[in-house]
């Protein structure tokens, strides 16, 4: 290990002239970087956590083009649930990040509601007159009118299913939606 030599120099108006060495200041050895205390290690994990660790149920109110499946398949292994699989529970099925549910099947409806939803994050795939569907109301579910297709990554692309986006202010909706409350008071 190289010793370190500090040299304290004097400023004066006239002259640099050298003081004394500061060795005897410094100690003897100087610890080394490898006696340094380890930093704390990451509380973060490396997997994601919280709700977006949790596999997806799209259910799908509208037909779902092979591309936009295909930006699905980019994030995570995708399984399409058919009436076949009617008495199987989904949590034991194959492992899946994405399982689109096409709720015009029956069979789909009735699983759905033997199935602790808690356990998926539920997204709506349907069209913006779909929105106002009743099975919407009784999932409580995120509800997407397309598919986000500018995401940076996995945990960007859950993110932006999981929040629905933000519609700009109208006047003319806050007027009819005003009236509508006036009407059901």
């Known amino acids: 290990m190289a010793q370190h030599y ?16 500061l060795d005897a200041l410094l100690p003897a050895t100087l610890p ?12 973060v994990p490396a997997a994601s956590v919280g709700p977006a660790a949790k596999p997806f ?19 995570g292994r995708c399984v399409t649930w058919s009436a076949k699989l009617m008495n ?8 899946f990040d ?3 549910c096409p709720m015009d099947l029956k069979e789909m409806r009735l699983m759905l509601g033997r199935t602790d939803l808690a356990a998926y994050n539920v997204v709506t795939y349907c069209s913006f007159l779909q929105k106002a569907e009743d ?5 409580q579910c995120v509800t997407l009118t397309s598919i986000p297709k500018h995401a940076v990554n996995t ?14 202010p109208s006047q003319v909706r806050s007027a009819i939606k005003w009236v509508f409350k006036c009407l059901k008071n």
């Open 98 to 100: 994405y399982m689109f």
């Open 57 to 75: 149920l799209i259910l799908l109110a509208k037909p779902i083009t092979p591309e936009e499946k295909a930006i699905f398949a980019e994030f």
């Open 32 to 43: 080394s970087s490898d006696s340094r205390p380890a930093a704390p290690a990451s509380t």
């Open 88 to 95: 199987v529970p989904f949590a034991t099925l194959d492992a």
């Open 155 to 168: 945990d960007d692309f859950n993110t932006m299913l999981l929040n629905e986006k933000l519609v700009s």
């Open 135 to 139: 099975f919407v109301e009784q999932l």
């Open 6 to 21: 500090c040299l304290a120099v004097r400023f004066s108006l006239l002259s640099l002239e050298p003081m004394a060495s």
